[in-house]
């Protein structure tokens, strides 16, 4: 079985087909920074949100933007260059992905498009999250179990909100969650893989918390990834 890892896609979702075709792989595993926006996530992000997706594309020499720019005007440039990406192609069904594709949420997202994920569910794409476990089976052999959390890791009052927590644009996990998913983790003893945004490297409190997890793999995007 062939796995292609991969992150921080920010809404380029059609090279995941892309990849899949050229490596071969069986699945994909998303350490996220998805890109879940939708048509109505442009007036959900804030000003910030829209002004890093100006100045991360390949436009961003064409506009003289900055920390004080209209929202609006913002919105025009990234609605005129399509900087949310092609996620909306997906929940719309007019394209879908080729193989099984298990995803974090990464800290970019619009909180409310992966709320309605639960309710309106895409072809091949599975969301790892407190609720959902997957097991990973190589044939009729058992693999692995795959679990994840996604979002950002901020060790302040944002962490004891319950359940999924965002706004604006930004997601970040919440103890919650990790509580949430040991108790849905039942045999700790199996072989597992535990996807994060965020990297052990960045935030130490999560390489605490795995100990009690005891993935044999961890997979992790964002920054220090």
Request: no cysteine; charged share 20%.
């Amino acid at each position: 079985m062939r796995t292609l890892l991969i992150s921080d896609t920010h809404g380029k979702l059609d090279i995941i087909n892309q990849l899949v075709e050229k490596t071969q792989a069986d699945m994909v595993i998303h350490a996220g920074d998805f890109g879940f926006y939708d048509d109505s996530s442009y007036y959900h992000l804030n000003a910030r949100e829209l002004l890093l997706l100006i100045t991360h594309s390949p436009f961003k020499h064409e506009y003289s933007v900055n920390k004080q720019t209209n929202k609006d005007e913002l919105i025009e440039i990234v609605k005129k260059h399509k900087l949310l990406g092609d996620f909306s192609s997906y929940l719309n069904h007019e394209k879908q992905f080729s193989v099984p594709v298990y995803a974090v949420y990464g800290n970019h997202e619009d909180v409310g498009v992966i709320k309605k994920l639960k309710s309106n569910p895409i072809t091949n794409l599975h969301i790892l999250d407190e609720e959902n476990i997957f097991t990973i089976n190589d044939g009729r052999e058992f693999a692995f179990q795959l679990f994840g959390i996604g979002g950002n890791f901020l060790m302040s009052q944002k962490a004891l909100q319950k359940p999924i927590a965002g706004t604006s644009g930004k997601v970040w996990a919440t103890l919650h969650q990790f509580g949430v998913l040991y108790q849905n983790l039942e045999d700790k003893s199996k072989p597992s893989v535990f996807v994060s945004h965020v990297s052990p490297g960045k935030e130490p409190l999560l390489t605490r918390l795995m100990i009690h997890f005891m993935p044999n793999f961890w997979i992790s995007g964002h920054m220090g990834g």
